[in-house]
């Protein structure tokens, strides 16, 4: 639970006079402070399926020695981060994903869940710890083979062998298959020849690479007997026990970026150095001495997809950490707009309090609402992944949706962090832009979370395709006359879709109220079915448009899909906003306390009310919200946003951050302190008989 001590003195509920001088709205203070969330039990609900091994991270946290020091240059940065890796080993922080035998734990999901707590204290630490154990290791655990695990995972483990994870090029990023490198063997001396052939071919944006790293899992075209199979991983050691390139390998510095600059990001090339043939992580594909290929994966594309898919925790973890990065940042900005004041709304009245302003509420209570979303959305996602990882449900199905879900919910989770901490900023004024109140360091970090492990286009690209996969499979079969009665129902339902919405349209005609009609008529079943609906259409149509692809030339095909490919991908962001709308609604569905679950039904309503109004546009033109009902989405909104205003502070506070983890000196109560010391003085003043009259008078 929070500390008390970032918690202000005033109380939630506001009572004095809003903006203009109008009377409290209905449904705001006097009723929804009837209901009051239980403030640990939502924090056990957010902090999900591993809630003990969060709190552990929590608790190892709160030493000083994991934190960011803002006062440090690139250089002494990266080696403060470099110390805090030693540190996580000592406390064996980072070895809950490895094997037993190795003193791990095989617990993927707990590994994942610890890992992004990470954020709170620097995201570099969570960043470098990462490529070292989440994707140098990973590689060599998942990739690899039991030789390979006992000749290198203990000192992966342990810190004695720091690495990179060499797979993006400066030509090729998301775009794996394509990559430059070569790996071609040399039956002759029973070794592969590693050689980037061009610059774009060079290994970049590596972390470890720069400095730290002794030795990197190598993506490259394994070339042997004259064919190439494809991209496989190898282990190339890097540099010697003084730091120095072997020969062959060359490398650059990155050098100083937009953030995370406690990672020795850097490049590396290399002039056909060779490594033995058992370097080669053959779990998947293997050379034999002759130099014969052999994999149990005939299809080329499988097998590559089936490798990358191995190392899917990377987007797992950053879209956890973006999450848990938009909470630190509404903490901050909600709870300083809870304590500062400004204006007296002209009245002689006192200054009102932000949090009290229309404005502020919706630039910061739908963020806090599509947070939450993402934090529940997440858990669900994280167990899928532990269920893959430990073997329970690893079939290639899951593999798949495990590989979907990455893709569709870490844009939205990234995305959502830059626009939340950028708002926070901005909610805070000039305090918001001081580095000693993190807004700005955090968003900083984050910046690159939208586009590594992945563009966020690209990953929702897949989504994308992976819909249209699965509308097409619903038509296997099928005969003409079954398509035709389909054809039909697709066009009544573009014309005619809806006869809830003529229910709804009734009960806005019997009650006089498009307010009233909409509070009604939008609860979770309406929400649902406008939300699924989208995606549904959206996805019919675009595979409408697509059907004469089959028939058309490769380049005429690739161009009628480019013409597409904008919507596809809303398509996609649509999906993943239905996901996270319906975990969200399971999540409120297991709480327990009456009061909580109230409170959290209305956060839930405005998370999906916001996603149909950001999309008004569609569901009026496509006839799934006559305009009277649309015109009144956004009224309602801000009925739910004045509803929950009193709760913003406790459903901050249930993220369970401590002073310790928030470190923001806004969210500390100074500001409250200061604004009780002006009213303080203030008061004194008038008491005195001192105090100056105004020139203006009250009312004129």
């Known amino acids: 639970m929070t500390d008390a001590a970032v918690r202000p003195t005033t109380p939630a509920t506001s009572t004095r006079t809003p903006v203009g001088g109008a009377p409290t709205a209905a449904h705001s203070a006097a009723e929804a402070a009837e209901n009051r969330i239980d403030i640990e039990q939502v924090t056990d609900l957010l902090l999900g399926t591993w809630a003990d091994t969060r709190r552990e991270a929590r608790a190892m946290l709160k030493d000083p020695i994991f934190w960011r020091d803002d006062s440090l240059a690139m250089d002494a940065h990266r080696e403060r981060t470099l110390g805090q890796l030693h540190e996580l080993v000592a406390r064996k922080a980072v070895h809950r994903a490895f094997p037993k035998r190795f003193g791990g734990e095989e617990n993927n999901g707990a ?9 709170a204290a620097d995201p570099s630490l969570q960043i470098k710890s990462g490529v070292q154990w989440g994707l140098f290791g990973s590689a060599v655990l998942q990739l690899g083979t039991q030789k390979h695990h006992e000749k290198w995972l203990p000192g992966i483990m342990s810190l004695d062998i720091p690495g990179a994870f060499a797979m993006t090029e400066t030509g090729h990023g998301s775009d794996v298959a394509a990559i430059g490198t070569t790996a071609t063997y040399d039956a002759d001396t029973e070794e592969f020849v590693i050689h980037t052939p061009f610059r774009g071919a060079w290994k970049d944006y590596l972390g470890n690479a ?41 490398g650059e510095d990155d050098g ?25 992580l053959n779990r998947y594909g293997d050379v034999a001495a002759d130099g014969s290929y052999s994999s149990d994966i005939a299809s080329p594309g499988r ?22 990065a938009s909470a630190i940042g509404l903490t901050i900005a909600i709870t300083y707009g809870n304590q500062r004041r400004q204006f007296d709304s002209g009245s002689g009245t006192p200054e009102v309090t932000l949090l009290d302003y229309g404005k502020h509420q919706r630039r910061l209570l739908p963020r806090l609402a599509t947070t939450y979303a993402q934090i529940f959305a997440h858990d669900e996602f994280l167990q899928k992944f532990d269920g893959v990882f430990s073997g329970r449900l690893d079939t290639d199905a ?3 949706d495990l590989e979907t879900l990455a893709a569709a919910l870490k844009p939205l989770s990234t995305w959502h962090a830059l626009d939340t901490l950028q708002e926070s900023r901005e909610a805070c004024g ?28 690209v990953l929702l690209q897949l989504v994308g395709k992976r819909l249209l996969a699965d509308y097409a499979r619903q038509f296997k079969g099928k005969d003409a006359k079954a398509l035709a009665a389909f054809a039909v129902g697709q066009t009544a339902g573009k014309l005619f879709h809806g006869a809830g919405l003529r229910q709804l349209g009734q009960a806005v005609t019997d009650r006089g109220s498009t307010a009233r009609s909409v509070e009604k008529g939008l609860r979770a079943q309406q929400q649902h079915e406008l939300l699924a609906d989208r995606v549904q259409q959206m996805v019919a149509d675009i595979a409408g448009r697509l059907r ?10 690739a161009a009628l899909f480019n013409e597409n490919q904008a919507e596809l991908i809303e398509a996609a962001r649509a999906h993943g906003e239905l996901l996270q709308w319906e975990a969200f609604t399971d999540a409120v569905n297991r709480l327990g306390d009456d009061g909580s679950r109230q409170v959290l ?23 799934r919200l006559s305009t009277q009902r649309a015109a009144a989405v956004s009224s309602y909104i801000d009925r739910l946003c004045v509803r929950l205003r009193p709760h913003a502070q406790d459903l901050v506070d249930a993220f369970g951050y401590g002073p310790e983890h928030i470190r923001a000196s806004i969210a500390t109560g100074v500001e409250d302190d200061r604004q009780n010391e002006a009213a303080s003085y203030y008061a004194a003043l008038r008491a005195s008989g001192n105090a100056p009259v105004p020139e203006k008078k009250p009312g004129k």
């Open 111 to 119: 590994n994942i869940a610890g890992f992004e707590e990470l954020v």
């Open 430 to 457: 000039g305090q918001g832009f001081l580095f000693e109140n993190r807004l700005v360091g955090l968003r900083a970090d984050l910046d690159i979370y939208v586009t590594f492990e992945g563009d966020n286009n």
């Open 548 to 557: 004469p692809a089959s028939k058309l030339s490769r380049e005429e095909a």
């Open 256 to 280: 100083l970026k937009g953030g995370l600059n406690g990672i020795d990001n850097g490049r590396l090339h290399f002039d056909h150095v060779r490594v033995p043939r058992e370097n080669l």
């Open 303 to 324: 097998r590559f997809f089936t490798m990358l898919g191995t190392l899917v925790q990377g987007r797992v973890s950053l879209d956890g950490a973006a999450a848990w």
């Open 601 to 623: 039904t209305w956060l839930r309503d405005l998370f999906g009310l916001q996603l149909i109004e950001k999309h008004l546009a569609w569901y009026l033109i496509n006839g």
């Open 210 to 250: 720069a400095l730290h790293g002794k030795a990197a899992t190598v993506f490259a075209q394994l070339i042997t007997n004259g064919v190439n199979h494809g991209v496989h991983c190898f282990y190339v050691p890097l540099r010697d026990d003084e730091g120095a390139f072997l020969p062959g390998i060359g």
């Open 398 to 400: 899951d593999r798949e």
